[in-house]
């Protein structure tokens, strides 16, 4: 296989750097799966990984990217075979070893998923970490009982990836959504792939009390900080609040009160290290139950490889609308 193109992230005198550089295929991280790379997404993650605005390479050079869809090209993995469609997302990408910014990615058959039937290649980066990861805190707020009975379930960092896959696949399920957001000219957006009510950020009074009035059945917190803590006490009884992100803060200064008195549970959210059984169960109801409905208004800009480097700002800046897929190809 001569060279190809891949997006790498390293590291020169304590400045991350990046750019696009032709690689061969033996300058990847091992793996017993070979894959033709067809489309990449990209994620909050990614653009810290990308810009150094968040330390997410555990070692460098690496090629960026948390997300890969493709074609197996080659595999002495006994499970798959050449020409199978797979993803990976998470699995150390970007972190531990090449990414999915690559006309080829070689991974460890233990992180490959085989596309779930109702789902293409180019859906399949629409959804990416971000709508896995939606679907994963749903999954495990559901195994803890969540249902639609149990009141509003609030997104917040509505606007953002993981926040939009949210509100469009709980309202898909049954479940009244509220959208927290800081955009107050994306309302119709949010209206749009299923919020039926939507709170400007700064509007919120998040009250002094260990406890405010319970409102909320439970919740999917992209932000962290004085938002999580919120969330937590004005939860109804039994509610789950998924903690997905640290948009705002990683900071939580909270009380036993909601967990006590209220049987709030607070579940953490890990995407990157999920174990694979959980990891296939997540991805089968994504192409079932839990299949996204507004792809087309949340994933509605795919970019080029040649403009990934342009991209990443606007992330950092919490401008992004929804999910940006890269066209490898
Ligand atoms: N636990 C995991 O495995 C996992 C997986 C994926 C992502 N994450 C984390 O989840 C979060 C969301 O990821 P994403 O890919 O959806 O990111 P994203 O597309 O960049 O969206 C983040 C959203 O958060 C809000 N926001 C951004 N900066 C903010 C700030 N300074 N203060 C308050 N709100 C802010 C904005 O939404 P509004 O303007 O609508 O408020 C923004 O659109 C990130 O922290 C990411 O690192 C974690």
Redesign the pocket.
């Known amino acids: 296989m001569s060279k190809f193109r891949a997006f790498r992230i390293d590291e020169k005198e304590g400045k991350v750097i990046s750019g696009f550089e032709q690689i061969e295929i033996n300058d990847l991280s091992e793996g017993d799966v070979t894959v033709k790379v067809s489309h990449s997404s990209i994620?909050?993650?990614d653009?810290?990984a990308a810009t150094g605005k968040g330390k997410i390479l555990k070692k460098y050079p690496l090629v960026g990217g948390i997300d890969l869809v493709g074609v197996v090209k080659e595999t002495t993995a006994k499970n798959f075979s050449e020409g199978d469609n797979v993803l990976v997302n998470?699995c150390g990408l970007s972190e531990t070893r090449d990414g999915g910014y690559s006309e080829y990615a070689r991974v460890s058959s233990e992180s490959v998923i085989k596309l779930p039937k109702n789902i293409n290649a180019n859906q399949a980066m629409q959804i990416g970490?971000?709508g896995y990861?939606a679907a994963l805190a749903i999954h495990q707020m559901e195994k803890n009982g969540q249902n639609p009975s149990m009141g509003p379930i609030v997104v917040?960092?509505?606007?953002?990836?993981?926040?939009s896959i949210a509100v469009d696949m709980l309202s898909s399920s049954g479940y009244e959504v509220v959208a927290?957001?800081?955009?107050n000219d994306?309302i119709n957006y949010l209206n749009s792939i299923g919020a039926q009510k939507v709170i400007i950020?700064g509007d919120l009074d998040f009250g002094k009390r260990p406890l405010e009035k319970a409102v909320w059945g439970g919740a999917i917190d992209?932000?962290g900080g004085e938002v999580l803590s919120w969330l937590l006490k004005t939860t109804n009884y039994g509610g789950n609040v998924a903690s997905?992100?640290?948009?705002?803060s990683f900071k939580l200064e909270t009380t036993v009160m909601p967990l006590i008195l209220r049987a709030v549970n607070l579940l953490g959210?890990?995407?990157?290290d999920t174990p694979r059984c959980l990891r296939e169960e997540v991805w089968q109801r994504i192409g079932t139950d839990l299949k996204p409905q507004k792809l087309d208004i949340i994933a509605s800009e795919a970019i080029t490889f040649d403009a990934l480097p342009q991209a990443f700002e606007a992330?950092i800046d919490?401008k992004?609308?929804g999910?940006i897929v890269v066209n490898i190809l």
């Open positions: 994620n909050y993650k653009a810290l998470g970490t971000a990861t917040t960092g509505a606007t953002g990836g993981v926040g927290i957001t800081g955009k994306q950020r992209n932000l997905i992100g640290l948009a705002s959210i890990n995407s990157v992330f919490g992004i609308k999910r």
